[in-house]
Structure formats: structure tokens, C-alpha cells
């Protein structure tokens, strides 16, 4: 698979409660560990099927931590954005959302 270059744009914060940030950390830092262990399994020459398991158990981790993420996104930023009345920052969280779901379209092809 081809690796694209991760699209960044300038850096932008914003807070988020403790316990939302803790979940997120939590299962990127399982879903590492669990990276570790694929590798572990490949180096240890293990079967080509379960070492596929493990990666789409890793990409579902993944997909769960996005949503979790975008949601997040959508119920603040989005919002906050919606709220303003600020037109050029509303569509520019528009169009940062129709990047990522035409990003997503391109992978699942």
C-alpha cells in the first residue's frame, strides 16, 4: 500500500475534559501495544491469517478512536463554528469534514 503524507494544517488546540483525553490515550496507547505485539508475531514467523486478524483488530481500534474523535469534533468545533455567525470559519470546518469523509471514500475503495 502506498503511503500518503498526512494533510496537517497550522496548529490549533482545543481543551478538552480529562476524562475524554484519558479515553483517547487509553486506546491509542492499547492499540500501540497491540502494533508491538503484530511485530512480535511477524518476527516470530507466526500464521499469515492470524497476523491479519490482529492488524483489522488494530484498524477497528483505530476507526473506534476516530469516531470517538470526530465526534468530539462535530459536538465542539463544528458547533462552535455553526454558532459564530463567522461564515469563513464555518466553511472552513465544512470543508476540513468533507476532507476527511473523501479521504475515508478513498481508503475503503
Known sequence: MAEEAVKTTSIRTRER?????????????SAAG????????????A???DIIHQIQAVQAALDKIS??????????CVMHAAQTGDEA?????????????????????
Request: negative net charge.
Open 17 to 29: 475534559p480529562d476524562e475524554f483525553r484519558q479515553a483517547v490515550l487509553n486506546r491509542l496507547r
Open 34 to 45: 497491540h502494533i508491538n505485539g503484530i511485530a512480535r508475531m511477524v518476527d516470530e514467523d
Open 47 to 49: 500464521y499469515c491469517i
Open 67 to 76: 469516531l470517538m474523535v470526530l465526534d468530539d469534533h462535530m459536538h465542539h
Open 89 to 109: 470559519e464555518r466553511e472552513r470546518v465544512l470543508g476540513e469534514l468533507r476532507e476527511v469523509f473523501e479521504t475515508l471514500s478513498k481508503i475503503k475503495k
